[in-house]
T-cell receptor
Framework: GGIITQTPKFLIGQEGQKLTLKCQQN?????MYWYRQDSGKGLRLIYYSITENDLQKGDLSEGYDASREKKSSFSLTVTSAQKNEMAVFLC???????????FGPGTRLLVL | GDSVTQKQGQVTLSEDDFLFINCTYSTTTYPTLLWYVQYPGQGPQLLLKVTTANNKGISRGFEATYDKGTTSFHLQKASVQESDSAVYFC?????????????FGSGTQLTVMP
């Protein structure tokens, strides 16, 4: 088995601030993902990465940057936080070529 | 492109009631359909997977089936318990560059009253 760790668990930011969320996995999975979850909506894909130093945009990539410097870690940056924004950001990973994704517990973002 | 619709936003049942959640999908490929469950404060966990090969999945008393004719897939459980209270998401596996992506429904909040 393995585990996905997301830090921080809660993140409070100011409008216009650049905010970074981190994700670590010890599954030794090739592919990692970032999703955004809004209340009453499904998960929407922001970025994914199929290997170290690879980045692929999802449907919601505008306003975000991502970085995959190591196989085990995947970071997401909110480039300019929007006032009253509230969402949960979920990191996931999967074995390369497989469709089953394993999720971390999430980072809860609130922008004041 | 591929899409999933999950219309039941909230379902409230009593213990031992029958659960039925429905999603519809649209895809040009052979569908692989997943059900995830999310408990408060946690990330989604895979509950069941259904493909055109197996047509049905069973886990922890839950059963998932799909109907190619109506392009719909269902999650059901004969007798729910209070511990089943959670959010249930359906998801369609969709090809992506170098990988697969999951197209999620909007989720069904299940509340089971004791």
């Amino acid at each position: 088995g393995g585990i996905i760790t997301q830090t921080p668990k809660f993140l409070i930011g100011q409008e216009g601030q650049k905010l970074t969320l981190k994700c670590q996995q010890n599954f030794n999975h090739d592919t990692m993902y970032w999703y955004r979850q809004d209340s009453g909506k499904g998960l929407r894909l922001i970025y994914y990465s199929i290997t170290e130093n690879d980045l692929q945009k999802g449907d919601l990539s505008e306003g975000y940057d991502a970085s995959r410097e190591k196989k085990s870690s995947f970071s997401l940056t909110v480039t300019s936080a929007q006032k009253n924004e509230m969402a949960v950001f979920l990191c996931a990973s999967s074995i390369g070529g497989e469709d089953t994704q394993y999720f971390g517990p999430g980072t809860r973002l609130l922008v004041l | 492109g591929d899409s999933v619709t999950q219309k039941q936003g909230q379902v409230t049942l009593s213990e031992d009631d029958f659960l039925f959640i429905n999603c519809t999908y649209s895809t040009t490929t052979y569908p692989t359909l997943l059900w995830y469950v999310q408990y408060p404060g946690q990330g989604p966990q895979l509950l069941l997977k259904v493909t055109t090969a197996n047509n049905k999945g069973i886990s922890r008393g839950f059963e998932a089936t799909y109907d190619k004719g109506t392009t719909s897939f269902h999650l059901q459980k004969a007798s729910v318990q209070e511990s089943d209270s959670a959010v249930y998401f359906c998801a369609l596996v969709s090809p992506a560059s170098g990988s697969w992506q999951l197209i999620f429904g909007s989720g069904t909040q299940l509340t089971v009253m004791p």
